[in-house]
């Protein structure tokens, strides 16, 4: 059973900043690309920012700037550093891991920006 065990989540002010971590196997870590998502109330699903095995990064525009991705292979983790935090960032943020014909996903960690 592949687990993606994501930590992190919190309520944090307007312009804070938060780190979420997503940790996996080796397996998953080392062969698939990872993402995070975020789901707001009443919202779609979006997808937020991703890193390859490789660690070539892409990110929403909305995050651009304001949020890093990035990867510890010596933990088989995946981080989302989030800074400069605004109300809309609110959302339940979800890892993610893919390749061909194969994902996975974490059950989900609430972050709300209020003050």
């Known amino acids: 059973q592949v687990q993606l065990v994501e930590s992190g989540g919190g309520l944090v002010q307007p312009g804070g900043s938060l780190r979420l971590s997503c940790t996996t196997s080796?397996?998953?870590?080392?062969?698939?690309?990872m993402a995070w998502y975020r789901q707001a109330p009443g919202k779609q699903r979006e997808l937020v920012a991703t890193?390859?095995?490789?660690?070539?990064?892409n990110y929403a525009n909305s995050v651009k700037g304001r949020f890093t991705i990035s990867r510890d292979s010596a933990k088989n983790t995946v981080y989302l550093q989030m800074m400069s935090l605004k109300p809309e960032d609110t959302a339940i943020y979800y890892c993610h891991s893919y390749r061909t014909y194969s994902e996975y996903w974490g059950q989900g960690t609430q972050v709300t920006v209020s003050s």
């Open positions: 890193i390859s095995p490789g660690d070539s990064t």
């Open positions: 080796r397996n998953i870590f080392s062969m698939y690309h």
